[in-house]
């Protein structure tokens, strides 16, 4: 069972910027389309950024287009989202899966934007 593990939130202020990672245990990135995830309290889970199955393109949610960047480093095994320009509604906790949700949800990453 491939496990999924995210880090690098954190606190930041508005304006700011945060990279987060997704470590997965298997060598998955190049074969499914993953991507990120978050969750704000209150809300559901929503897809933020993927990659599509081979990861020939990537496609955002209208509301974190222009902001955030995924990436990927296959050899590593890891997903990238970097985060610039945050905004207090980017406040969530952020979490990588396939886009199929194939995989078993890991811990996530909280982000609290405020200042």
């Known amino acids: 069972q491939v496990q999924l593990v995210e880090s690098g939130g954190g606190l930041v202020q508005p304006g700011g910027s945060l990279r987060l990672s997704c470590a997965a245990s298997g060598s998955i990135f190049s074969i499914y389309a993953m991507g990120w995830y978050r969750q704000a309290p209150g809300k559901q889970r929503e897809l933020v950024a993927f990659f599509t199955s081979g990861g020939g393109n990537t496609h955002y949610a209208d509301s974190v287009k222009g902001r955030f960047t995924i990436s990927r480093d296959v050899a590593k095994n890891t997903l990238y989202l970097q985060m610039n320009s945050l905004k207090s509604e980017d406040t969530a906790v952020y979490y990588c899966?396939?886009?199929?949700?194939?995989?078993?949800w890991g811990k996530g990453a909280l982000v609290t934007v405020s200042s």
């Open positions: 899966n396939a886009v199929d949700l194939r995989y078993k």
